[in-house]
């Protein structure tokens, strides 16, 4: 008998595959750059320029378009990064220190690497505070590559490559916080703090509405981190670090009363009609609400907020932010310390400080590599974690408001991404097919 799949579950099925959103990412950046080198250049930028706010009274809150993109859509993507860190911590790739040991070096490695590349063609000149560039990866980017390969790629090495890109999100949020923080209203500071320790409160009085965690992490909270001057994405990590991570009805519990309340319904009377009847509408609400505390709230929220974020978020962040003028000083750009800092950052730092760490824990007997993997799928892991983009695109921002230095920056991370990506997938497809051979 075949299973009638609906039209919505087809296009859910679709959106949560991070092919999809790898596609996407990619169609935006490239967009970008086609209106950056068109008639629409002037006008797309005078548009992200377009100051949207509010007012309290006397008093008024403006940012541009631009800006509640970066500082706020952009929060919304890191919220869904913060539930992810706290679900690997927590239940996850790096809740077990043994299993973790390995991406986890392998994650410092491939940070530290890049970021002394950068500074040793930087150090002194006016693009030295670019270094947090180069450090990160684009999980998105780097699993889609791996998903066009299929079953070819070893399981082991795309736990392995989400473990270590979750932990370089952990440092690329911590370098945001520590270094590319501006001046610090303390009053502000501690208003935010005093609103994340209610959410915390709230975690333990046993408050498991979704909703609540949101509007004071994004309403409150976000807010207060905007004018304290630290960067508001840090925020949204916080925020998510405090949603419940635990179920309200146990696995056998749930098992007990969902078999109950079958068994009722199967008894109950029907009416005969296309509606159902108040005894069965009844058992149905106590069956959705039984499946909804056999959920934690941190997994209802990433699982729903994980196709806007990868679907929408992304691709307009990367639309609003990859685009560079292709001109006569394009070749010139290459010449320049900040552009080649970042390319061999990405391509070079990267792939020496993951596959340079697995090799050292490997050769020393730390850490044996993980099932079915060999060397090999390490350097094409290395090459993978060079896809920066996003996260690089947003630690660019951070360092170079604009100009001449932002676009060599873009320039460096946009061909370093595609490079690593490009390169990565022929090495681990090599590999993979000389290990099915074997």
């Known amino acids: 008998m075949k299973t009638v799949t609906s039209p919505f579950q087809g296009l859910l099925k679709l959106m949560q595959d991070s092919r999809i ?48 993109i970066n500082d706020g859509l952009m929060a919304i993507f890191f919220f869904v990064v913060g539930l992810e860190l706290k679900r690997e911590i927590i239940a996850g790739e790096l809740s077990d220190m043994r299993k973790a040991m390995l991406p986890v070096a392998a994650a410092i490695g491939g940070m530290l690497v890049p970021a002394a590349i950068y500074t040793m063609l930087n150090g002194a000149g006016e693009g030295s505070s670019g270094w947090g560039i180069p450090m990160a990866t684009d999980i998105a980017f780097a699993l889609g590559v791996l998903q066009l390969l299929g079953k070819r790629v070893p399981l082991s090495l795309k736990v392995f490559l989400t473990a270590l890109a979750v932990a370089d999100d952990i440092g690329a949020v911590l370098v945001i916080a520590f270094f590319y923080t501006s001046q610090i209203d303390f ?9 994340l320790l209610v959410m915390f409160a709230a975690n333990k009085a046993g408050v498991r509405n979704t909703t609540f965690y949101a509007v004071m992490g994004f309403g409150a ?13 840090i925020a949204a990590v916080l925020a998510a670090f405090t949603v419940p991570a635990n179920v309200k009805l146990q696995e056998d519990a749930y098992v007990s009363k969902l078999d109950n309340l079958m068994l009722r319904y199967r008894e109950a009377k029907p009416n005969g009609l296309p509606t159902v009847t108040q005894e069965q509408q009844h058992i149905l609400e106590d069956i959705r609400d039984s499946s909804l505390h056999a959920l934690t709230p941190l997994q209802r929220l990433e699982h729903a907020l994980h196709p806007f974020v990868s679907l929408f ?20 750009g290459w010449t320049d310390p900040l552009t080649l800092g970042v390319f061999l950052g990405l391509v070079v ?50 360092a170079f408001p604009g100009g001449a230095l932002m676009d060599n920056a ?21 590999a993979s097919a000389k290990r099915k051979a074997g």
Do not use: R
Not at 187 to 195: D, H
Not at 313 to 332: K, T
Not at 376 to 388: D, E, N, P, T
């Open 187 to 195: 009053t502000s500071l501690a208003t935010a703090a005093v609103i």
């Open 349 to 398: 730092g990267k792939l020496i400080g993951v596959a340079g760490v697995v090799l050292l824990f490997y050769k020393l007997k730390w850490s044996p590599l993980p099932d079915g993997m060999n060397m090999q799928h390490v350097l094409g892991a290395g090459l993978l974690a060079g896809i920066g983009f996003t996260m690089s695109l947003f630690v660019a921002g951070l």
């Open 313 to 332: 978020v992304m691709p307009v962040f990367a639309l609003c932010n990859a685009g560079f003028e292709i001109n006569e000083g394009l070749a010139s």
């Open 21 to 68: 959103s790898g596609v996407l990412l990619l169609a935006a950046a490239i967009v970008s750059v086609v209106i950056a080198n068109s008639p629409l250049a002037s006008s797309f930028h005078h548009l992200l320029e377009t100051p949207i706010g509010m007012s309290f009274g006397d008093g008024s809150f403006s940012k541009t378009l631009h800006h509640w």
């Open 221 to 233: 909270l976000w807010l207060a981190f905007l004018m304290s001057g630290v960067h508001p994405t």
């Open 410 to 430: 873009k320039l460096g991370i946009v061909s370093a991404s595609l490079f690593s990506g490009i390169l990565g997938y022929f090495v681990i497809s090599k």
